[in-house]
C-alpha cells in the first residue's frame, strides 16, 4: 500500500478521535475562523468543527444546527471516498463519475456560495443556516 494513504488513514483516525474528545466551544486548540472574526459574519465552513463533534457523539440535530451543508455533503464524501479505497483495493473503477464532469465543480461551487450568502441573511427562515 502506499505511504501516502497509510498517512491520510492515521490523519483522518487522529482527526476523529480528537473531535471525538474534545469539544471544540470549550477548548482552544482548534482554529477560529478569520472570516467571522473579523466581520462577524459566517462563512460556509462556520459551524463544522462543532458540527463534526456532534456528529462523532451521535447528534446529527445539533450538527445540523452548527452547519446543515456539512451535514448533507458528508455522507456523499463518505461514499465517494469509500469507493475510491474500494476500486484501489479491488483494482477496479468503482469511483462516481459524476465527480469528473467538468460541470461537477461549477455545481458546488454554486451551492457553498448560495449557502453562503443565505447564511448570513439575519432574517427567518434563513436565520436557521446561521453558526
Not at 480528537?18 to 466551544?25: L, T, V
Not at 455522507?75 to 467538468?102: M, N
Request: hydrophobic share 50%.
Amino acid at each position: 500500500m502506499k505511504l501516502k494513504y497509510i498517512l491520510g488513514f492515521v490523519v483522518v483516525v487522529s482527526l476523529v478521535i480528537i473531535y471525538y474528545k474534545f469539544n471544540p466551544e470549550m477548548y482552544n486548540l482548534f482554529p477560529t475562523c478569520p472570516f467571522h472574526k473579523y466581520l462577524g459574519l459566517d462563512c460556509p465552513g462556520c459551524g463544522s468543527q462543532r458540527a463534526i463533534h456532534a456528529l462523532l457523539h451521535g447528534n446529527v440535530l445539533l450538527a445540523i444546527n452548527y452547519n446543515l451543508l456539512l451535514v448533507i455533503s458528508l455522507p456523499f464524501l463518505l461514499v465517494h471516498f469509500g469507493l475510491k479505497i474500494y476500486s484501489y483495493l479491488a483494482k477496479e473503477d468503482k469511483t462516481w463519475k459524476f465527480w469528473y464532469k467538468p460541470s461537477t465543480p461549477k455545481i458546488i461551487f454554486a451551492i457553498v456560495v448560495v449557502f453562503w450568502v443565505l447564511r448570513n441573511i439575519p432574517y427567518q427562515p434563513f436565520n436557521y443556516l446561521a453558526s
